[in-house]
């Protein structure tokens, strides 16, 4: 069965969505047109917002889907498109029924094109502040990511903006990540940042491993960094004692179906490792990563894993439970989710 009405209706927690992931190629253009911002010339993807979605539908791996992204980013320039973007996402989430949103956002590649933080930061807060009116039910997050392609002291440079503004402290953000090229991008390279967010005090902190790169990321990824969480994690299939160590530590990976299939980490959803992980006990959620690129919201992802997997409704509720303990959010909110 494919549960439709069943998984629109399940509450659901969303951990693993940039918000930069949501700009559609329709926005993407209004955005370059209203801002004044000259798109490549030398691509022909980009001569209209049909090219680039049928471009979109033809990535060839990570690093391919990355150069489109940060072009995307290029468009976004004023508070205010950072605030329709973001209230955007959490109307149509709030209409698949997510209760909890963290909300990725990638701030060094945008101050390193000239974007101050506050600019992105006022824009997240009033979408924030907007949908919170509008969606009373729902909790919404954000936690700012290092981005691995950038020299590690601009990583430095991100997090003690963050911390002097009291981001961390005064819950504007609520833990650290990283995220863009995985490829010979050792966690080890990143230690310094992650001990010194660790010394100011953060302990949500996640990174993405396992998306393309190989199990033994991830390991050092919790052995080193601290993580409590890792982003995608798929090829932790490839190493059993690291899934007996999750399964037993309770440690959530945030899979993002659709976008592995979009990404050709795997050619199909059904080569998720989705049952093992549910037989072994180990938690993860199921997220839309960069919905406007890869063609699935939540829901869609949710239904992608059903139609795939056939799961029971006692798997789904047992996910949705995993997905609601594995959030950040304080007890009385888990208990009101649960
Ligand atoms: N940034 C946005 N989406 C990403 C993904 N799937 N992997 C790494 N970095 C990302
Ligand atoms: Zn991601």
Known sequence: DHLPMFLRELPKCEHHLHIEGTLSP???FNLASKNSISLPTDDPAFASPATLKARYENFVSLDDFLHYYFIGFKVLTNASDFEALTYDYIQNAAGQNVKHAEIFFDPQAHTERGITYDTLIRGLKAAKTRATAAFPDMSIEFIPCLVRHLPVPTAHTMLEEIMSAGHFH???????????????????????????AQEAGIENLTAHYGEEGP???MEAAIEQLSVVRVDHGRRVIEDPSLVARLAESKLMLTLCPVSNVRLRGVSKIEDLPIRELLDKGVRFSINSDDPAYFGADILGNYEAVQLAFDLTIPEWEGIALGSIEGSWCNEARKQELR
């Open 26 to 28: 329709e926005l993407l």
């Open 170 to 196: 005064d819950g504007t953000v609520i833990g650290f990540g990283m995220s863009s090229t995985e490829k010979d991008m050792h966690p080890s390279l990143f230690s310094s940042v992650y001990k010194a």
């Open 215 to 217: 199990a033994s990321y």
